[in-house]
């Protein structure tokens, strides 16, 4: 099955309207799209993701266009990505076999999604934790972030990432879904940037900080401040996280909710 995706109609009665008549490739359904994304605040369903690689090579999928103009693609290492059901509903599934297993998946934002950190408001995730080998352990988020926000320039591009491990909550709840909200808590985030893991807790502050007027900067990294575009996420797990079996929902991200199923 392709990868699929559609934005939910707004209204009463309205939420599957473009996935169950014809994908939103009829005119009326693209101008219900267009309507429902113009004020920037919209829900996109996402489904038909599976991909399973045992091997120790990863294997970075094909790129998928969604139907926001976002590009989707994956990175898979001794694991499976894929939709699939736990505690009553559908959702992203990511499983790594091994300890080294490494799973991603990523969405280039469209130029309409793109937001500053100091603009990006919203930012949090549901998810289910099955079993895991580390009770430390979730799904890590990472924003691809571009430093002076003048997106003519590339070399200035980095992530800010966000683990549960430096949150001071652990051990992480399991068997039941949850919420983490990134914003709303002021998770704590590390940099990484011009190839270097910025992860030593003395580089780590709140997003609130990456996100203010005057920023933060990392030893020998890059400054991130309230100006400093959002070009994209990630959602990960792996590697060294032992063989774990995870779920992840509703990732709400500035105005846009992704949902999966």
């Not at 559908?90 to 934002?109: I, K, P, Q, S």
């Not at 270097?196 to 020998?220: C, E, H, K």
Request: glycine letters at 14%; proline letters at 3%.
């Amino acid at each position: 099955m392709p990868i699929i995706s559609f934005v939910e109609e707004e209204g009463p009665g309205q939420g599957r309207g473009h996935y169950e008549h014809g994908q939103g490739k009829g005119l009326g359904h693209l101008k219900h799209a267009d309507d429902a994304m113009s004020d920037g605040v919209y829900t996109v369903r996402i489904d038909g993701i599976d991909v399973d690689n045992p091997t120790t090579t990863s294997v970075t999928s094909a790129t998928t266009v969604l139907a926001d103009g976002g590009l989707l693609n994956t990175e898979v290492r001794q694991g499976e990505i894929s939709i699939d059901s736990i505690g009553g509903q559908e959702a992203l599934h990511l499983v790594t076999d091994v300890d080294n297993g490494r799973l991603r998946l990523n969405v280039g934002l469209d130029q309409d999604q793109q937001v500053t950190l100091g603009d990006l408001g919203t930012l949090r995730f549901d998810y289910y934790v099955a079993e895991s080998t580390r009770t430390d352990v979730i799904p890590v988020l990472r924003l691809v972030v571009d430093a002076d926000g003048d997106l003519t320039t590339t070399s200035d591009r980095g992530e800010l990432v966000f683990e549960w491990a430096y949150q001071g909550e652990s051990p992480a709840p399991t068997d039941s879904w949850q919420t983490a909200d990134l914003s709303g808590d002021d998770w704590t985030a590390w940099q990484r940037s011009l190839g270097v893991n910025r992860d030593q807790i003395a580089n780590m502050t709140t997003l609130s900080d990456w996100s203010d007027a005057d920023g933060y900067t990392p030893a020998g990294g890059l400054h991130f401040d309230a100006d400093s575009v959002v070009l994209g996420w990630s959602l990960a797990l792996g590697s060294g996280n032992g063989a774990t079996d995870a779920y992840v929902n509703n990732l709400a991200l500035g105005g846009v909710t992704y949902e999966f199923g």
